[in-house]
Every structure is written in C-alpha cells, then in structure tokens.
C-alpha cells in the first residue's frame, strides 16, 4: 500500500482526494457518508455575501422595510433561503461536522466586495473550521470596470479576509482572466494559502418557445480537467500558495493527472453526486492500485513531475503547441461525400 497523504492548507490530509463544496457537503449526513468513503476533507457550500449582507439588513427589517435597501437586496437573490443552511445553519454545520468526523472541514465564503459580511470569517473559524475557501464567483458585466480594478478587487478582499482569521485560507479562482499566471501570484503574495483552480461558471440557458432565460446546471465532464491540469503544470512552482484541482475530476486517473501537473489535492464534486458518497472509496481504491503497479511509494513523490519546469518540453504547454495540435487533425475521407 502506498504513502497516500499530502500537505495542504498547511494540513497532512490522509490522500489528496477532496470533496469540494455541494449539497452533498450541506448535512451532517452528507458529511459523514463522505468522510466514512475516506474524503480527505470537506467544502461546505458557500455562505452568500449576499445572505450575509440580508441577514444584517434584516437586523433592521422591520425599519427598513418598504424602503429601497432591503427590497433590492431581497429581490436580487430570490432563493437565499432555499440554497443552504443559512448563515446560523452553516456555522451549527460546521460544529457539528467537528464533533462528527475527524477530517478537516473547510467553510467557503462567496463574494466580492470588502464589506462588514466578512466579519463572518472569523464566526467560521470560531465555529471550528480547519480553513476557509473564498470562492470568488463572480461576472464581471460591468464595462466600464477594468481587469485591473477587478483583479485588485480580489486582492483586497483576501487581504481583508486574511485580517480576520488565522486559519489558512484558499482562493477558488475564476478560469477568465487575461493574466492567470499573475493574479495567482498576487493572491500567493497577499496571504492565499492555497489557489482552487478553476470554479465552474454555469451559463444561463434560452428556452426559444417561451423567449426566457433560464438557468442551466450540468454537470461537469471529465474533459473539463485539461484546463484545470495546463493551469496547474504552469504554475506549479511559481506560485507561493499550494494548488488544488476542481472541475473534472471524475476517476483516480484523474487524480493522477492533478497530483502530477502540481495540486496538492483534486477536488471531486459531480462525480461524487452521479455515483454518490460512496464512489469515493473506488476511487481512493484504484488510485492505490495504480500507484503501486507503477511503483511509486508515495503521492508525494509524483506531485508536479509533470509541471512545466519538469517535463522534457515545456513548449507543450505554450503558444507553440497551438499551430501543431491545430495541424495534426485529419480530415476524415469521406467528409465531402
Ligand atoms: C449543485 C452544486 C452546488 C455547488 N455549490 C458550490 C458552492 O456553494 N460553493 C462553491 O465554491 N462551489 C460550489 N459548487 C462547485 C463545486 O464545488 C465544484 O467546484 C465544481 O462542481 C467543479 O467540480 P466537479 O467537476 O468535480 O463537479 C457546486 C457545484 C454543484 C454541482
């Protein structure tokens, strides 16, 4: 049997298999199942900055109400109080996921602006979570902001939010930016412990009948992990804070994969909901197998033998590569039959 542990977050975790955040993560039940499949830690879903901002506002609901303030905020997220366990809810998870299993349990924050919720950090911490993932999901619809203001935007933010806790903290980042390599720099220099590359951005779909926007979730694919492994093999090395997978991470090869490009650990989500808590325990399963049959001792021993400064030719991972993927397609021979 292989050496499965990693270091992440400044913790040792029993193998780099993670259950990212999702309403599998949202019960104490959910939890269990997961860590009893042998997770190596959990992501409770995220806590809205605009919960957090409602809650406070609805300190004062019965002033406020009627007035602008609180209607937009209200109206502006419909299903708060349908998406999970609300801010006293979460930090009673976080608790009780304490008491309950003896892997570590991250809380996730979403937002975007340095304001009076992150307060909430530390109510987190209080609570008993081992570190803190801020998941920066955010759409820059804005023309008029620039890459510049919003990337300096995640900067402060984390900044503010390392101010208030001591436990690690990990940034779930967006795949768009213009200069990826640099803003995980700058969030390595600002305090992150960790970057989770990439979130996953669900886009809203159009029913053509109705002419209505509607909101699509699917699933990830497990093709989804080749950004995900590029971006790690780039960085690995160059960044200060650890690097963590999520999106496509569907089976041990894929594990594999993550752990060589550079991450500590892979994140699993929907293939832990197609095949539930339990496929975790095949997985951590087939990831020992093969670790053995190609005779590594460790997790360790692979993590970012792939990277970009460890492979033979970087250039695999650069423009160059572009021009000669592009000229190796075929065209089959009967295309204009
Ligand atoms: C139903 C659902 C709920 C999710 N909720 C959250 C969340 O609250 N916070 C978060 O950071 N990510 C959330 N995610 C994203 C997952 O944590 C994960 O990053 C993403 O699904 C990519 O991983 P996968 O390919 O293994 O699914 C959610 C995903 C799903 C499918």
Redesign the pocket.
């Known amino acids: 049997m292989s050496d499965l542990t990693t270091r992440y977050l400044g913790l040792t975790l029993k193998s780099p298999l993670v259950a990212?955040?999702?309403?599998l993560c949202d019960s104490i039940e959910g939890i269990c199942r997961l860590a009893d499949a042998g997770v190596a830690a959990v992501?409770l879903?995220?806590l809205f900055e605009e919960q957090l901002t409602l809650e406070s506002l609805s300190v004062h609901a019965d002033l406020e109400r009627g007035t602008d303030t609180f209607a937009e905020a209200a109206g502006f997220f419909p299903d708060l109080h349908t998406y999970?366990l609300g801010p006293d809810g979460c930090l009673e998870l976080i608790r009780e996921a304490k008491r309950r299993v003896d892997i570590p349990v991250i809380a996730?924050l979403?937002g975007v602006t340095v304001g009076g919720w992150i307060d909430y950090a530390k109510l987190m911490q209080e609570a008993g979570a081992d570190a803190l993932?801020l998941?920066t999901?955010s759409i820059a619809v804005d023309p008029s902001r620039s890459a510049e203001a919003i990337e300096q935007g995640y900067v402060d933010l984390l900044t503010a939010i390392r101010a208030q806790v001591k436990i690690p903290v990990a940034v779930?980042l967006s795949p768009f930016f213009s200069a990826p390599a640099n803003i995980a720099r700058r969030l390595g220099e600002a305090g992150a412990d960790a970057l989770v590359l990439f979130?996953?951005f669900y886009q809203p779909d159009f029913d053509i009948e109705e002419r209505e926007v509607v909101a699509s979730?699917a699933?990830?694919r497990p093709e989804?992990l080749l950004m995900r492994l590029h971006w790690v093999a780039i960085l690995h090395g160059r960044v200060k804070a650890d690097l963590a997978i999520?999106?496509?991470?569907h089976s041990a090869p894929d594990v594999v994969k993550s752990v060589m490009a550079g991450a500590r650990v892979a994140?699993?989500?929907?293939?832990l909901?197609n095949h539930g808590p339990g496929y975790a325990k095949t997985v951590l399963r087939d990831l020992d197998r093969w670790l053995d049959a190609h005779e590594y001792e460790s997790v360790q021993q692979m993590c970012g033998s792939m990277s970009f400064d460890a492979v033979p030719n970087p250039s695999a991972y650069e423009r160059g590569n572009y021009m000669k993927v592009l000229s190796s397609y075929t065209l089959r021979d009967d295309i204009f039959a």
Request: net charge neutral; with cysteine.
């Open positions: 990212s955040a999702s309403p992501v879903p995220s999970n996730s979403n993932e998941n999901y779930k979130n996953r979730l699933l990830s989804e999520t999106g496509g991470v994140c699993m989500t929907s293939a909901l």
